[in-house]
């Protein structure tokens, strides 16, 4: 029996089984393709894409992606998972072209509140005033009409959330960059946003990702090198949570590409 099963998955029709039973339900190959996330994720890292993350996608067939299932929930999914957290990076679909995979930060789920006020972001968690005040640092609260607020929730944690000081009001760059009227995120969608925050093309611009679209989280990342193909061997085989930890207290170099990607 185990050599017929050898025989089998040494055979091409075995092999290709397996490799897309493993692209389909378990990992995918996904290569940033901008800088929307630096420095937290950089242009030429190549990552595995945990696609169990939250729950199993309806596959498709890489590069040409055909689906290969049908959409039996309506959902996305094969089998339903957890939904994006706070604070997750995500690969998703992107809402108005489905066949294009980005990856930005979680900033609020269904419920929540969120709002932009001379680039800082604002959020108001679902669970209320009281959850705020028992889990945010007292300077970090602010309240208005009522409602208590988190300033920038995620930037300490997240040492890779940055903004450029060279983009400023000057009637040429986008009013959605600086300020953004509080928005309740819909239920079961996620706001997404870029870590390099005044050059990310994210929900501020095209609004919230439904949980159809969730594709999985990066799991680590296995190659990576820079524009002049040189391999950044301290980045290969790191997880994103260890490449955080390095970056805790340090002064990040950051150049900006101009423009929103």
């Known amino acids: 029996m185990l050599r017929k099963v050898y025989n089998w998955s040494s055979s091409w029709t075995g092999t290709i089984v397996i490799v897309l039973t493993i692209i389909f339900f378990i990992a995918q190959a996904f290569v940033i393709p901008s800088g929307s996330m630096k420095n937290t994720l950089l242009i030429g890292d190549m990552l595995f894409v945990k696609k169990f993350s939250y729950g199993i996608p309806v596959p498709r067939i890489p590069w040409i992606e055909v689906q290969v299932l049908p959409d039996f929930k309506g959902n996305g999914h094969l089998l339903e998972g957890d939904r994006p957290k706070r604070g997750d990076i995500v690969v998703f679909r992107y809402p108005n072209n489905d066949n294009i995979h980005y990856v930005k930060r979680a900033v609020a789920i269904g419920g929540d509140i969120v709002a ?143 423009g929103i990607y």
């Not at 009227?181 to 005044?198: C, Q, V």
């Not at 949980?211 to 999985?216: H, L, T, W």
């Not at 680590?220 to 790191?238: P, T």
């Open 116 to 258: 932009l006020k001379d680039k800082h972001l604002f959020l108001h968690p679902k669970e209320g005033n009281e959850y705020i005040k028992e889990n945010y640092p007292k300077e970090k609260i602010i309240e208005s009409n009522g409602r208590l607020w988190v300033m920038d929730p995620y930037k300490e944690k997240h040492p890779g959330i940055h903004n450029d000081p060279s983009v400023k009001r000057d009637g040429l760059q986008p009013y959605q960059l600086f300020d953004m009227m509080p928005i309740k995120i819909p239920e079961d969608e996620t706001f997404m946003m870029g870590d390099n925050r005044d050059h990310s093309n994210d929900s501020r611009f095209w609004g919230t990702v439904p949980y159809k679209f969730i594709v999985g989280k990066p799991w680590f990342i296995y190659f990576s090198w820079n524009e002049n193909k040189e391999i950044r061997w301290n980045r290969v085989f790191r997880t994103v949570d260890s490449l955080e930890k390095d970056m805790q207290g340090k002064e990040l170099e950051i150049n900006h590409k101009e």
